[in-house]
C-alpha cells in the first residue's frame, strides 16, 4: 500500500485496531451497500 487507505474500527472499542483498505475497494464496497446489492 503506498501510505494512502480507508481506516475503519470499532469507535466503541478501539483496542481492537482498525482494518485499513485500499480507496478502490472502499469505494466498491460503498456501491454496493448504496446500490442494495447483496455482499455474499
Known sequence: MDGQGI???D????SRG???F???A???FLD???NGDSLH
Open 32 to 34: 454496493t451497500v448504496t
Open 7 to 9: 481506516a475503519v474500527g
Open 26 to 28: 472502499w469505494m466498491s
Open 11 to 14: 469507535s466503541k472499542d478501539r
Open 22 to 24: 485500499e480507496p478502490a
Open 18 to 20: 482498525a482494518f485499513v
